[in-house]
């Protein structure tokens, strides 16, 4: 009999959606409720994952599903942002109409595929996961159904994530081809040596994951379908795949290929450089809040790669603590777009900003925060971020890689200034509604005060995702 | 005593910043927020001169450290002062309260945010100044870029945007390499700490390269030619009291810099630049003073010979001469307070007639004698005239410089031939000559305010020109320390040792 314990996470969220499914179609009107209850159900969830032991290590399902320290964690940082997500865009959802009970009971079946993502030790646990997470992001992704430019960006999501998922699948069986094996142990202990084929296969496999992360080349979705779906999805595009990605990035690199560290590793460095590169420069010629975020997301993931291809385990705990630092600051942004209204219509391009901190200085001072953060400038917790990474890539003798990154630092500088300049410098325009709701305002609030305050007491999470041990 | 007296300095500031924030004001109100700011600066100022007064300056080593872990196995908190950086707090601290009391006629709207900058940006200013880790000096000297983005962008001129984005992505633009450096140190030696990375010395080997990337960050925060070219359209651009806390203060992070990490950590590679160093500061103090000389922009004018000075500085640093180093601490102080001091009077009469093109002026002194008297002053400061401050300064980097290479020094006296040129014809032009403008003749004389500011920057000018004893003595152990660091056989054995 399998340990059920460990998966009552999962389960939970299982029994919920169905529940919440039934319970929505069942009581008219009662699409607040349901969203109201998604939050809550997420909170009892993250309440049964603090309550697993910390230094648990242990696999079910013939050894398919891992749940172990760094499970653990990446579970804990989903659902956190999963919930703060939800509180921060419950008021947009309803005067976007969008607001049906279909929208939360999506999301979480989401973040069910990438709890399965995040523990699975095994190619078909993992590619089960990945669908039932991307499924329910296509329609999310088109959820407000009327706009043409929501609908575009989900059908464009569709049609090249399928393409990446096949390409994804060609490279598992690939893999299990030359391995004969899907589990992620087995496949370490088959394939010592290196054969033609395990390196295509690693190649497709890299190339879905890349996709999924929006590393560059395999970025051309994100700005569309950052632009064009409702921003309470953006932000959790923004947010929430990326921690699910990055743990099956860490998985399959330091668990089935580790041995096989010389071919991936040039791959990895090249996306990581194509992506810091190339999303600073495009970034500068945006119009578009969304746009210039994904483009930035962008940017970003190249730094979480260049920790994982070091090739160390102090690589992999810089990369975990930039995401970490990367979804707080993300947060903050995305709660300071979600107060951009006036008469009921929300405001997303830069221009709206003009002037924005003699109306409104603590929501402009928000802004100046996170923007200054995103751009790694010190004391703000963007530059603890970068420094780890820098810190674990220097130790590899990787130079190159360092002051690439670094200098990309300074070309994403400029747009970040940009906007504050807008901000800051610019003549003032019409004030934006000053009333919101106790949701969004706490999350402002605490993301910013996490960006602020970081400097006080850096060793705190650097201890935590110092416990947690990848193979 | 265990009363955290640096930490202290460092935080006063912000929390005042942060008082200010929290207490809502009126528009009525503004003056009030103004009179906690002096306050905060001027109790942080006295508790920094107490520090002076109690500091010991005969011992070498640093004094008042405190050692807190910061991030765990990696990086402490620490800091400390020796004789070189508690002049530098002490300058800070006395600089600052001035660019309170100026506040006033330079800053229309949106006082109470120029304030929380200001007083943030004092935070940041001390700590680079007695940060005694590597990681903790790039965090204050990279910060300091936020509060002066803000103070040029939003309280500056017409081209204030250009300036600003000008001024942020080429400091940024020169300290990313040193950060690359810094983390590289601390895997070559496992420490980040100065005092002990002093003690271990870095492997010769890796030096050069090291130093090269410091070096990128403090020449273009010094500013060295050629990548000086930041520093005049900040200065015109930046409101008076950003002008003056720019160049009496972050100007003098890149030196102080130089002296305690370039000196410090890399005595081998220093000694190899030695010819770069010196080239570039010639081309720095000959160049820009013949740039300055064509100016017809008075700030510009100043921000050009403040290029020159800064190269007497670098000059003296890297002659690595008892005197040579002490005279360039000198000029630095002296310079702090004498660029501080000059951009205040142009602030003045830029006030009353709203422009800072030399030609609408001339004749002041019929009408403006009190002002005529004390730019006097400051102008003879600048071109280092027997009896201020700025005359002890460039004599001792000359002096030291004459020690090592009489060619270069003879070169450098001229520069200090072509300051008094383009000084005496800039005081020339605008209080000397005929009143033709209409509009001049309207000016009225020094406000209270001004007098007081002006004449507190005229005290310590003449006082340190006649008598630089407190000066000299706070700095002379420490300098011959540092001398004795780079001393040859010390490095040579270095050099033998890999």
């Known amino acids: 009999m399998e340990n059920l314990q460990l998966i009552i996470p999962e389960l939970f969220i299982s029994i919920m959606i169905m529940f919440l499914l039934i319970f929505g179609v069942f009581k008219k009107n009662s699409s607040q409720l349901v969203y109201n209850l998604t939050t809550v159900s997420l909170v009892a969830a993250l309440t049964l994952i603090i309550n697993l032991d910390a230094q648990i290590q242990s696999s079910l399902f013939n050894n398919s599903y891992n749940i172990d320290s760094l499970a653990r964690f990446m579970k804990i940082l989903l659902i956190l942002s999963g919930i703060f997500v939800m509180l921060s865009s419950s008021k947009y959802i309803q005067i976007s109409k969008i607001s049906k009970i279909e929208y939360p009971i999506l999301i979480l079946c989401s973040i069910l595929g990438m709890m399965v993502m995040i523990s699975s030790n095994d190619l078909i646990v993992f590619y089960m996961g990945l669908e039932l997470q991307s499924l329910a992001l296509y329609v999310l992704a088109s959820f407000n159904r009327d706009n043409l430019l929501s609908t575009e960006s989900g059908l464009?999501?569709?049609?090249?994530?399928?393409?990446?998922?096949?390409?994804?699948?060609?490279?598992?069986?690939?893999?299990?081809?030359?391995?004969?094996?899907?589990n992620f142990n087995q496949i370490m202990v088959n394939t010592k040596e290196i054969e033609y084929g395990l390196t295509f296969g690693i190649v497709f496999i890299l190339v879905g994951l890349a996709f999924k992360i929006s590393a560059v080349p395999f970025h051309m979705w994100a700005p569309d379908v950052y632009q064009g779906s409702p921003t309470s999805v953006t932000v959790f595009f923004a947010l929430l795949p990326k921690i699910a990605a990055l743990t099956v990035?860490?998985?399959?690199?330091?668990?089935?290929?580790?041995?096989?560290?010389?071919?991936?590793?040039?791959?990895?460095?090249?996306?990581?450089?194509?992506?810091?590169?190339?999303?600073?420069?495009?970034?500068?010629?945006?119009?578009?809040?969304?746009?210039?975020?994904?483009?930035?997301?962008?940017?970003?993931?190249?730094?979480?790669?260049?920790?994982?291809?070091?090739?160390?385990?102090?690589?992999?705990?810089?990369?975990?603590?930039?995401?970490?630092?990367?979804?707080?600051?993300?947060?903050?942004?995305?709660?300071?777009?979600?107060?951009?209204?006036?008469?009921?219509?929300?405001?997303?391009?830069?221009?709206?900003?003009?002037?924005?901190?003699?109306?409104?200085?603590?929501?402009?001072?928000?802004?100046?925060?996170?923007?200054?953060?995103?751009?790694?400038?010190?004391p703000l917790a963007g530059f603890f971020a970068k420094f780890y990474i820098f810190v674990a890539v220097i130790n590899e003798k990787m130079y190159f890689l360092a002051i690439v990154g670094l200098l990309a630092t300074v070309i994403a500088a400029f747009y970040y200034l940009r906007i504050i300049k807008i901000i800051y410098f610019d003549p003032e325009k019409e004030k934006f509604e000053s009333k919101h709701n106790l949701g969004l305002k706490f999350t402002l609030l605490a993301s910013t005060f996490f960006i602020l305050a970081y400097f006080i007491y850096p060793s705190g999470i650097v201890d935590i995702i110092s416990q947690i041990n990848i193979n | 005593m265990n009363f955290p007296i640096l930490s202290s300095l460092i935080l006063l500031p912000t929390i005042g910043a942060l008082f200010i924030f929290f207490v809502r004001s009126s528009n009525s109100q503004y003056q009030s927020s103004k009179y906690v700011a002096l306050f905060i600066t001027l109790a942080?100022?006295?508790?920094?001169?107490?520090?002076?007064?109690?500091?010991d300056k005969s011992i070498v080593d640093f004094q008042f450290v405190e050692e807190r872990e910061w991030i765990s196995g990696f990086v402490n908190y620490k800091v400390g002062v020796d004789g070189i950086s508690i002049l530098f707090i002490l300058l800070t601290t006395f600089i600052t309260p001035i660019c309170v009391i100026t506040v006033n006629a330079t800053i229309k709207n949106r006082l109470k945010d120029f304030l929380i900058a200001i007083l943030i940006l004092e935070t940041f200013m001390i700590g680079v100044f007695c940060s005694l880790d590597l990681v903790v000096f790039y965090l204050f000297f990279e910060a300091g870029?936020?509060?002066?983005?803000?103070?040029?962008?939003?309280?500056?001129?017409?081209?204030?945007?250009?300036?600003?984005?000008?001024?942020?992505?080429?400091?940024?633009?020169?300290?990313?390499?040193?950060?690359?450096?810094?983390?590289?140190?601390?895997?070559?030696?496992?420490?980040?700490?100065?005092?002990?990375?002093?003690?271990?010395?870095?492997?010769?080997?890796?030096?050069?390269?090291?130093?090269?990337?410091?070096?990128?960050?403090?020449?273009?925060?010094?500013?060295?030619?050629?990548?000086?070219?930041?520093?005049?359209?900040?200065?015109?651009?930046?409101?008076?009291?950003?002008?003056?806390?720019?160049?009496?203060?972050?100007?003098?992070?890149?030196?102080?810099?130089?002296?305690?990490f370039s000196l410090g950590l890399f005595p081998v590679a220093s000694l190899y630049f030695v010819p770069l160093v010196y080239?570039?500061?010639?081309?720095?103090?000959?160049?820009?003073?013949?740039?300055?000389?064509?100016?017809?922009?008075?700030?510009?004018?100043?921000?050009?010979?403040?290029?020159?000075?800064?190269?007497?500085?670098?000059l003296g640093i890297f002659t690595m001469t008892?005197?040579?180093?002490?005279?360039?601490?000198?000029?630095?102080?002296?310079?702090?307070?004498?660029?501080?001091?000059?951009?205040?009077?142009?602030?003045?009469?830029?006030?009353r007639l709203h422009t800072r093109l030399i030609n609408r002026y001339g004749?002041?002194?019929?009408?403006?004698?009190k002002y005529a008297i004390v730019f006097m002053v400051f102008t003879l400061?600048?071109?280092?005239?027997?009896?201020?401050?700025?005359?002890?300064?460039?004599?001792?980097?000359?002096?030291?410089?004459?020690?090592?290479?009489?060619?270069?020094?003879t070169i450098a006296s001229l520069g200090v031939i072509l300051g008094a040129a383009y000084m005496l014809w800039l005081y020339k032009r605008i209080i000397f000559g005929k009143l033709i403008n209409e509009d001049v003749k309207k000016m009225v004389d020094l406000k209270s305010f001004e007098i007081v500011t002006l004449w507190l920057l005229v005290l310590p000018i003449i006082f340190f020109g006649f008598y630089p004893e407190p000066l000299i003595n706070s700095i002379e152990v420490s300098v011959a320390n540092m001398i004795d660091m780079n001393d040859l056989d010390k490095i040579n054995k270095l050099a033998l040792g890999d």
């Open chain 2, 279 to 314: 080239t570039l500061s010639l081309i720095a103090i000959i160049y820009t003073s013949l740039v300055a000389l064509m100016q017809e922009d008075m700030k510009k004018l100043i921000a050009y010979s403040s290029v020159a000075h800064m190269g007497f500085v670098t």
């Open chain 1, 156 to 182: 464009k999501y569709f049609v090249l994530s399928a393409l990446s998922s096949g390409l994804l699948l060609y490279g598992c069986s690939l893999i299990y081809g030359f391995s004969e094996t899907t």
């Open chain 1, 249 to 378: 990035f860490i998985r399959f690199l330091y668990i089935p290929f580790y041995e096989l560290g010389d071919q991936w590793q040039m791959i990895i460095i090249f996306l990581s450089i194509a992506s810091m590169v190339f999303g600073a420069v495009a970034a500068i010629g945006q119009k578009n809040l969304k746009r210039l975020i994904a483009y930035s997301s962008i940017s970003h993931m190249g730094y979480a790669l260049a920790g994982l291809s070091t090739g160390t385990t102090q690589g992999v705990q810089s990369s975990i603590t930039y995401i970490t630092i990367y979804l707080v600051m993300n947060l903050a942004f995305f709660s300071c777009l979600f107060m951009l209204k006036r008469n009921d219509e929300y405001y997303e391009n830069i221009d709206d900003l003009s002037g924005l901190s003699k109306n409104h200085p603590l929501l402009s001072l928000s802004l100046l925060v996170a923007l200054f953060s995103l751009a790694g400038i010190p």
């Open chain 2, 44 to 55: 942080n100022f006295f508790l920094s001169l107490y520090l002076w007064i109690v500091f």
């Open chain 2, 322 to 351: 008892q005197q040579g180093i002490e005279g360039s601490i000198f000029q630095m102080i002296s310079h702090g307070l004498v660029s501080a001091a000059l951009f205040l009077c142009v602030g003045v009469v830029y006030d």
């Open chain 2, 381 to 409: 400061g600048a071109l280092g005239l027997p009896g201020t401050s700025g005359f002890i300064g460039e004599f001792l980097v000359l002096m030291g410089a004459f020690k090592k290479n009489i060619l270069v020094a």
């Open chain 2, 363 to 369: 004749g002041l002194v019929s009408i403006m004698p």
């Open chain 2, 145 to 260: 870029l936020i509060p002066m983005f803000l103070i040029i962008g939003i309280w500056g001129g017409e081209r204030r945007v250009y300036s600003a984005f000008k001024f942020f992505l080429y400091t940024l633009l020169g300290s990313v390499l040193m950060l690359v450096a810094i983390i590289s140190i601390y895997w070559i030696t496992g420490t980040t700490d100065v005092i002990k990375l002093y003690e271990l010395g870095i492997d010769a080997k890796y030096q050069n390269l090291l130093w090269l990337a410091f070096f990128s960050s403090f020449a273009v925060k010094t500013p060295m030619w050629p990548v000086h070219t930041w520093l005049p359209d900040a200065h015109v651009e930046a409101p008076t009291a950003g002008s003056v806390l720019l160049a009496a203060i972050l100007l003098k992070m890149a030196g102080y810099g130089f002296i305690r």
